[in-house]
């Protein structure tokens, strides 16, 4: 677990900035009738007009290689979906827009989903609670709390509302690379895993299902769906444990943080 400087905070706070701005202008696209090949095309050139580089892009993992500058996941799709031609947004779809970009040597990571002009009640209370359930977590983001306190408000949080937890793919540690320790599940007790330190940084990423936790891998061997088929939602921030507390770093430019209350 790597413990931050302020040289280092200072540019990983730029780098994420980058990439809220990044998915913000992507979102303020998102209507009826969009490909999600020019979402994706969209979000190179606003990465390209701010300076910064996708940490998406050509990602390998093993013979493996992403082909996109974001990730687009529509409806039942949880994570890491790939922008096409062929898949077009339509009136109650929601997609999780996720952005991740690098700026001067460092990473900035945060994901939003939204819907699609008008959606179904109890989807929109899906979305609803999975922002709610990521800010519950970033309120536990205090030095001396174990990342198991962060795990466990989110887990708290969806599982009340009836929805379920995906258990394969959890929020990390983020800097030079990607992905850092510590790893942060989105369930667990809150004695559960490593302490936190002032100066670490966070990805907290809750990602859930309305159905079932379980998911099935894509033909593409990129994109996660849900197993049973029902629709996901992800929400994520960039986080710096603080001297005060949790400080959320994936401000878009021109923009304050949301106040965590």
Same mark, same amino acid.
């Given at each position: ?7 280092q ?8 900035q980058a990439?809220a ?5 992507m979102?303020?696209l998102v209507v ?17 007009e701010?300076?910064c580089?996708? *940490? ?5 993992v093993g ?5 996109s500058?974001?990730?687009?996941s529509v409806?039942?799709?949880v994570v ?9 947004l ?5 997609i999780?827009?996720?952005?991740c ?12 989903t939204i819907?699609v ?6 989807l ?7 922002e ?9 983001a205090? *030095?001396g709390?174990?990342?198991g306190?962060i795990?466990s408000?989110?887990q ?10 995906i258990?394969?793919?959890?929020g990390h540690?983020?800097g030079?690379t990607?992905?850092?320790e510590?790893?942060i599940?989105?369930?667990?007790r809150?004695n559960d895993?490593?302490r936190?330190k002032?100066?670490m940084?966070l990805?907290i990423?809750?990602?859930v299902n309305m ?15 849900s197993?049973?088929g029902?629709?996901s ?8 444990v ?6 959320i770093l ?5 923009k304050?943080?949301?106040?965590l209350?």
């Open positions: 677990m790597i413990v931050r400087n302020e040289e905070y200072n540019a990983i706070k730029e780098a994420a990439a701005t990044v998915l913000d202008r979102c303020a009826p009738g969009m490909n999600t090949y020019d979402l994706d095309q969209a979000g190179r050139r606003f990465m390209e701010i300076g580089e996708s *940490a998406c892009y050509q990602y390998k013979s493996r290689i992403f082909p500058w974001t990730c687009l409806n039942d799709e890491h979906g790939i922008g096409t031609l062929e898949r077009v339509k009136e109650g779809d929601v999780s827009v996720d952005v970009t690098r700026y001067n040597g460092y990473i900035g990571d945060n994901c939003r819907p002009g008008r959606v179904d009640p109890e929109q209370r899906l979305l609803d609670v999975t709610e359930s990521m800010y519950d977590g970033i309120k536990n205090v *030095a709390n174990k990342v306190k795990s408000a989110v708290k949080k969806v599982e009340r509302a009836g929805f379920s937890v258990r394969d793919f959890v540690g983020v030079r990607l992905h850092e510590p790893q599940p989105n369930f667990g809150p895993y490593q936190l002032r100066g940084v990805c990423e809750p990602m159905g079932k936790h379980k998911i099935a891998m894509g033909e593409d061997g990129w994109t996660a769906l197993a049973d029902s629709p939602a992800h929400f994520e921030h960039t986080v710096l603080g001297e005060k507390g949790p400080e994936t401000v878009p430019e021109g304050t943080a949301p106040a209350v």
